[in-house]
């Protein structure tokens, strides 16, 4: 063994690093491939790739920001939930705290709103770009069917997480969004049975307030994170990236 | 890395190093930067708690020669106890794992329910696990005749608001 002289030698070069990345140093092709396959991550994407896939000009990179910004959603999210109590009388108080009161608490609300209004226009963008170069076309078209759930997913949070600040804003967004759901065909029947359990009674309140913050912070990116990972393992399946035929 | 590669010549940087140098550097310090920021978030500015200084009412509404629980401040009102004549607070927590030891009059001490400390008159712990004395607080009288205590000011057991 060589003499440890190094900090990348101190680094790497020892049984701790070895027993987490049991490859060698990616300088080969072999040592290349074991990098991505015994990687739960990176194995995502194949070990090979065409060339089309790694051209930034041909997807903008348009569904890994979309990716990106979930992720950073989904930390500065956790986070803010340490302050925020979805009561109707704490909510808005606890909103304004996390602006002006609490450490950093401004910058992680706006990494948080601004991350949601990045995320609906990034998810629109990669599909407009999925649609204009025909990723959609067989037999992709299961993944694009993913791909719509998932924009209806992230409208949907986006939507949830509108209510929360409780402002009037927020409450008159939901009294909409609630009497639009109650027009559901055949309205007596179907339109106020949903609206009754998506309000959780007659009036927008607290039982409002805490479904929309369930629905938010749990349930829907628990959903969209499976399926995330559905469409990510699906493009592999489906032959990599959509590309023009060969010449 | 080849030998002529020699550690700590200028000449010796290339683009490559030189940009991965910046590349890590950046990515480093703004994981840095971002945890720094998460973990002096979780340090909240405001609390929503009671004030650590408070009044508890009159003198008189404790009578001579008892020991008086005040529940919603967690302490004990002590009058002419132990040959001091004025009025003493001391604290209800038990300095062991936090639990409200009860003053046993029979005996003249507190004993703990948790984990059986017991407390003399004077605080000090004569038996069980507590570390420590129970504190006795800093009090004064307020211009409207209230009593006020100061539960992060202690004082010794002789400390008394002459009633």
Redesign the interface.
């Known amino acids: 063994m060589k003499k440890k002289n190094t900090i990348a030698d101190l680094l790497f070069n020892n049984r701790f690093w070895k027993s987490v990345f049991r490859h060698d140093y990616p300088d080969n092709d072999l040592s290349r491939s074991e990098a991505m396959t015994s990687n739960l991550f990176l194995h995502i994407q194949s070990v090979k790739v065409h060339t089309n896939t790694i051209r930034p000009g041909y997807t903008l990179g348009l569904g890994l920001i979309s990716f990106y910004l979930f992720i950073i959603l989904t930390i500065t999210g956790v986070l803010l939930m340490f302050y925020y109590i979805p009561s109707i009388e704490r909510a808005y108080n606890d909103m304004k705290d996390l602006e002006f009161a609490v450490s950093y608490g401004i910058i992680l609300r706006n990494l948080h709103r601004w991350g949601a209004h990045g995320m609906v226009a990034f998810v629109f963008f990669h599909m407009c770009r999925v649609f204009y170069t025909g990723g959609y076309k067989q037999p992709r078209e299961f993944n694009w069917g993913i791909g719509i759930v998932l924009l209806i997913l992230t409208l949907f949070l986006s939507l949830t997480g509108y209510l929360l600040p409780w402002d009037q804003l927020a409450f008159w967004a939901i009294t909409i969004v609630a009497n639009l759901i109650g027009t559901s065909p055949p309205e007596s029947i179907l339109g106020a049975s949903l609206r009754y359990i998506v309000v959780g009674g007659r009036e927008v309140g607290q039982n409002a307030l805490i479904r929309f913050y369930v629905m938010h912070v749990i349930v829907l990116p628990l959903v969209a994170a499976v399926l995330i990972g559905v469409h990510f393992w699906r493009i592999r399946k489906d032959g990599g990236i959509s590309r023009p035929a060969e010449e | 890395m080849s030998e002529k590669d020699v550690k700590g010549d200028v000449n010796n940087i290339t683009r490559r190093k030189f940009f991965l140098f910046f590349g890590w550097f950046g990515i480093l310090s703004s994981l840095a930067g971002s945890a720094f ?2 973990v ?7 609390l929503y708690e009671p004030s650590t200084t408070f009044k508890i009412g009159k003198p008189s509404d404790y009578p001579p020669n008892t020991v008086t629980f005040v529940q919603d401040n967690r302490l004990f009102v002590v009058r002419g106890k132990d040959g001091i004549e004025g009025i003493r607070i001391i604290s209800s927590i038990c300095t062991h794992m936090g639990c409200t030891p009860k003053w046993v009059e029979a005996k003249n001490q507190w004993e703990c329910p948790c984990h059986g400390s017991v407390f003399n008159i004077k605080g000090e712990v004569i038996a069980g696990p507590a570390p420590k004395p129970l504190p006795w607080y800093k009090t004064t009288v307020a211009p409207d005749g209230k009593i006020v205590v100061d539960s992060k000011n202690y004082v010794k057991p002789d400390y008394q608001i002459k009633v």
Request: charged share 10%; aromatic share 22%.
């Open positions: 920021g998460a002096r978030f979780m340090f909240p500015n405001v």
